[in-house]
T-cell receptor
Framework: GIQVEQSPPDLILQEGANSTLRCNFS?????LQWFHQNPWGQLINLFY???GTKQNGRLSATTVATERYSLLYISSSQTTDSGVYFC???????????FGKGTHLIIQP | KAGVTQTPRYLIKTRGQQVTLSCSPI?????VSWYQQTPGQGLQFLFE???????NKGNFPGRFSGRQFSNSRSEMNVSTLELGDSALYLC??????????????FGEGSRLTVL
């Protein structure tokens, strides 16, 4: 099946810093989503972005499907941005989302 | 509009018992998927239902089963519980199959502890 690698696994930043999270995948995809898992476990949709670039406030994402990677940018980080960020993809087999192991982000005040 | 609703949120069972979890999708969504999250294995796809039919199934034993009703609500069942079934079970809904499952929206999860 499709493989998903996220980097870095852990990231500690000061409030106000910018960050870039990366997601590499091993095959072409029909679906790519970025999620933020809140402390209670719910996966919050950030972006549905199988290709192209999107922006939502301080967050933006870019997927370069031909090169099989996606980037999530967080600008002017706030402590509430802390948590685990997951990239998930679905290949052509429509066999559900395959999740990466996540990036654990800690924003310190 | 209301999001994906999962019940119960927390439950404790003992080995050998069985459990049923429920998921109500976003209104108008006809596809429901289930995922298991554990510290060791991360997030793994269990199965997906659309129009009361299982479309896809992940690599889980037959003890894990599910169904979808005509109103798109879904249930999953785990029989003969094992300690390793302790996990957060997440349900997701989407409009329906197009190219893949489409954009998924997740519920808050059901946290199962098996003693």
């Amino acid at each position: 099946g499709i493989q998903v690698e996220q980097s870095p696994p852990d990231l500690i930043l000061q409030e106000g810093a910018n960050s870039t999270l990366r997601c590499n995948f091993s095959d072409s995809v029909n679906n790519l989503q970025w999620f933020h898992q809140n402390p209670w476990g719910q996966l919050i949709n950030l972006f549905y972005i199988p290709s192209g670039t999107k922006q939502n406030g301080r967050l933006s994402a870019t997927t370069v499907a031909t090169e099989r990677y996606s980037l999530l940018y967080i600008s002017s980080s706030q402590t509430t941005d802390s948590g685990v960020y997951f990239c998930a993809v679905e290949g052509g087999g429509a066999d559900g989302l395959t999740f990466g192991k996540g990036t654990h982000l800690i924003i310190q005040p | 509009k209301a999001g994906v609703t999962q019940t119960p949120r927390y439950l404790i069972k003992t080995r050998g018992q069985q459990v049923t979890l429920s998921c109500s999708p976003i209104s108008g969504h006809r596809s429901v998927s289930w995922y298991q999250q554990t510290p060791g294995q991360g997030l793994q796809f269990l199965f997906e239902y659309f129009s009361e039919t299982q479309r896809n199934k992940g690599n889980f034993p037959g003890r894990f089963s599910g169904r979808q009703f005509s109103n798109s609500r879904s249930e999953m069942n785990v029989s003969t519980l094992e300690l390793g079934d302790s996990a957060l079970y997440l349900c997701a809904s989407s409009l329906g199959p197009g190219l893949g499952t489409g954009e998924l929206f997740f519920g808050e999860g059901s946290r199962l502890t098996v003693l």
